[in-house]
Each structure stands twice: as C-alpha cells, then as structure tokens.
C-alpha cells in the first residue's frame, strides 16, 4: 500500500523505515530540509540502533522516499500519517499547532477521499478539531476520515517495537478507515505477533496519554519507595525484585533513579493533568507524579552537595547526557538539570555521552566534552552517572579509582555494587540504597 507519513521524526522516521520494511510503499515528509537532505544523502538525522540498515535497505528496494513538499505527500496516498512533534506548550498543554499546520495544508490539497491517522500523541477529542479543520480549509467537498493510531515504541529499541509492537491501537469511526488500518498492519501483525484493538477514537487517543502516565507514575513510585528504603535501611533494588515477581505488578519501569526525562513522560503527563483538568478532574495523582520526579533531582543534587561540601572548582565528570542508553535524544534528560546548576555553583564539568554529545553541544557548545570515559573521569573529584550505558560499568570501579582524584561517585542509575564499591575505597551514594 501506499503511504505518506508527514514528520520524519523518532516516531515518523521508525515509522515509515519499518512500513517499508513490511512491503508497503511509503513517502516521508518533512518541512525541516536539512533532514530530508541528509535522509537523501543516506544519513540519519537521529541515533537509534538498526535505523540506518532499514532506511538503506527500503531505500535501494525502492519503497522508501522522502520529500519536504507537503503536496507530494497529500498526492502520494490514501492513507496520511501525521507524525509531527506534539511539544509542551506554556501551561502544559499540548501545542497542536504543527499538527494543525499539517492538517491545513493537506485539506486545502486533496483532491480524492484521504484517511488522517493521528500518530503524533495528541488529547483526546484532537480528531474532532481536525474533523472540523478539513472541512473549514478543504476547496474540494471530498470524502475523508480521521482515525486515531497511537505510538507506543521506545526510543532505543524502536525498530523492534514498530515492527513487533504488543499492540496497535486504532481509533475508527468508519469501517473504511478500520480496513485501511488493517491492511498497513497486516503485515506487521502476522510477522510480530502483536494484538490489533479496534476501538473509538477517544478512546485509542486517551489509550496513549493514560499508558505513559501509568509508566511515569510506576518510576515515581519506586523512587517514592527508594526515599523510605534510605531512611529504613533497606535496598530499593531487592524490594523492586521481590515486588516485580509478582505478574500483577511487573518488574518493568520499577527501576530507582534520577526520575523520568525524554521527549514523553513529562510532556504527557503535563498535557494529561491539563486536559483531565479542562474536562473538569482534578489528576491529584498524576501532580504528585510530578512533585517526585522533580523532588528525586534535587534529592540526589543534595547528595553532591553533601558529598562534596564545597562545589566551587571541582571537576566532576558527568557520564551520560541522553535521557536513557541507546538514543542520543537529550529532551528532558536528567543532564539538563544537572549541568545548569553545577556550572551555576561553580563546578568545573566534564562531559561524556557516546552518541548525544552532539545534541548536548548545541545547548551547551562551550563545555568540556570527551568522547573516552576514562579521559572524562581523570582527576575528577566526582563522578556523577545520569545514564545507565554499559560502559559505564564496563570500565569497572577499579579503573575509576586509578583515574579520579578522589574516588567518589554519586550514582544516579544504580549501576554498581555498592559494597563492592565501599570495598574498593570509594565514597558511593546510590538511589533507595541505605
Ligand atoms: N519520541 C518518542 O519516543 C515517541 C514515542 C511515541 C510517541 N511520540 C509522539 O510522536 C510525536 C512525534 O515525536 P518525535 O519524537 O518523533 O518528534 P520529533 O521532534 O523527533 O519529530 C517531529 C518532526 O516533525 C517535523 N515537522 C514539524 N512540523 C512539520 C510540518 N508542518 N510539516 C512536515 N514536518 C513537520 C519536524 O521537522 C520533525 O522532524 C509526538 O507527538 C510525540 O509525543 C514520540
């Protein structure tokens, strides 16, 4: 089938690299040239494992094409997959102004019957405002749909998650809409094994906003649980193992640390208790959410504080700047809290990350950046992990102590032992780990 996905972003890009995958025919727009120019060039404009295999594979077969005209995308297909960026707006909201930007200009271009997918995450009741915005902008009384299809993948094992997702959910109101659906995912279902849920477009829309804030919450919680482990005694990571046992609670997402980051949780989370509260529920719950996440930063800032009592002219060496292993997406990361206010207290910072340097530098082009770990920890007084990357742990406490200047490490993953690290002479502060 044909397809045109417009926002060739994480989501975007996965997206219509994994539909090409499957067979389908598929035409990438975006309005930023310099990606699209470096998409045509045969180089990808984010990081995320296998991405570049199956770009260049779809690529050569001829299934896979990209382009910045927004015409050429609405001519392309049938089937048009909106995929843009949803990005905080002022008090929280979801700003929906590219997605309507997008929506504008295809209404006033089609010409046959057009299905809109909502793929960017959007709140619920979004497919009525684009309903109402086809008809306002389109010059041509033509038949068109809207139907909802959320994205779940994640962003370091994304190729795996699009093309064998657990499930797809779509939002339909017409059976032509559910048909098409069905067809672009046949493929993916019959090879991954995922479940197809049909089901109302609000519904589909609120089945995104409702998972990531149950996700965000699941951290929060351990790292609530993490506070009370520190002031017990006990250890945040045997207690995550004992409670994850149990298949009614899961041992994924209980991981204690820095807090949540990334392009989602936050925003989402954001945007849920906006629009919970614009329909008239006050999300108590999803606030708290918030308040422990932030609260979790600035609890594991106090123990640099501690550690180091004065900060002013230390060199501490920060080991991660992506918001998770395995992308170079920076948005949120727990490193843009750290840095500011480290710099701010006069610390001398040394930056290391193996794939999102690049993004960092854009932000902070004047920092101490090292592409070898052990460079970056050389007479370091502090070594502070914001990223689990496994080599991190790879390089072994023992060569962290022949490198630093004094052998202290505030850990914001729990990646190491810390009675191994104790052993070894070193001052080691850990999340929930007495
Ligand atoms: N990143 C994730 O892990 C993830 C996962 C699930 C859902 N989502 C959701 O998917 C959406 C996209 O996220 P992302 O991370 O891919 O964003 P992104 O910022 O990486 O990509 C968005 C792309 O849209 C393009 N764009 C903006 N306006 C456009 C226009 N008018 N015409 C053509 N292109 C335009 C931008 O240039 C950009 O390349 C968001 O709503 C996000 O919440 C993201």
């Known amino acids: 089938m044909k397809i045109t996905i417009v926002g060739t972003g ?44 199956v770009v260049a594979r779809n690529v050569a077969a001829g299934r896979l094409h990209f382009s910045t005209s927004l015409i050429e995308g609405t001519d392309f297909a049938e089937v048009i997959f909106i995929a843009v960026g949803t990005p905080p707006g002022t008090t929280g909201e979801a700003d929906l102004s590219y997605v309507e930007q997008v929506v504008r200009e295809v209404a ?19 497919a009525e405002q684009i309903k109402r915005t086809v008809l306002r ?27 064998k997702p657990d499930r797809v959910v779509v939002g339909v109101e017409s059976e032509r809409a559910a048909q098409l659906l069905k067809a672009i995912y046949e493929p993916i279902i019959t090879r991954g094994g995922g479940v197809f849920v049909e089901m109302s477009i609000a519904s589909a829309e609120l089945t995104k906003h409702a998972s990531n804030s149950f996700l965000a919450m699941k951290i929060s919680y351990i790292n609530a649980v993490s506070r009370i482990c520190e002031l017990a005694g006990a250890d945040v ?19 204690a640390g820095v807090g949540y980051g990334g392009s989602c949780f936050p925003k989402d989370v954001d945007a849920f208790v906006h629009l919970a509260d614009h329909l008239g529920y006050d999300f108590d719950l999803l606030k708290d959410v918030r308040l422990i996440n932030e609260a979790q ?112 490490v505030v850990d914001g993953r729990n990646i190491f032992d810390p009675n191994e690290m104790r052993a070894n002479g070193f001052a080691y502060h850990s999340v929930g780990r007495a």
Not at 237 to 255: P, Y
Request: charged letters at 30%.
């Open 108 to 126: 006033e271009h089609m010409d046959s019957y057009r299905l809109l997918v909502e793929k960017s995450t959007v709140p619920v009741n979004t």
């Open 297 to 408: 930063r600035d609890h594991v800032m106090q123990k640099i504080r501690q550690e180091l009592w004065v900060i002013q002219d230390k060199t501490i060496a920060i080991l991660g700047l992506a918001f998770k292993p395995c992308t170079d997406d920076v948005r949120e990361a727990a490193s843009l809290y750290f840095v500011p206010r480290l710099r701010e207290a006069g610390a001398r910072l040394k930056l290391w990350d193996p794939v999102a340097t690049d993004n960092f530098k854009k932000l902070f082009p004047e920092l101490s950046y090292f592409t070898s770990i052990e460079e970056c920890v050389r007479e370091a007084d502090l070594a502070l992990i914001l990223t689990e990357w496994s080599q991190v742990a790879e390089l072994g406490a023992g060569r962290f102590r022949e490198l630093m200047r004094c052998p202290v």
């Open 10 to 53: 994480y989501v975007g890009l996965v997206t219509g690299a994994c539909f090409s995958e499957v067979g389908h025919d598929v035409l990438c727009v975006d309005n930023n040239e310099q990606k699209i120019q470096m998409l045509r060039n045969n180089r990808m404009p984010i990081y995320e494992p296998g991405l570049e295999d």
């Open 237 to 255: 990571e045997q207690v995550a193992h004992g409670m994850g046992l149990d298949r009614r609670i899961g041992r994924q997402f209980l991981k």
């Open 137 to 163: 902008y389109s010059r041509k009384d033509v038949a068109f749909d809207v139907a909802s299809n959320p994205e779940f993948l994640r962003e370091g094992t994304a190729i795996e998650d699009a093309l």
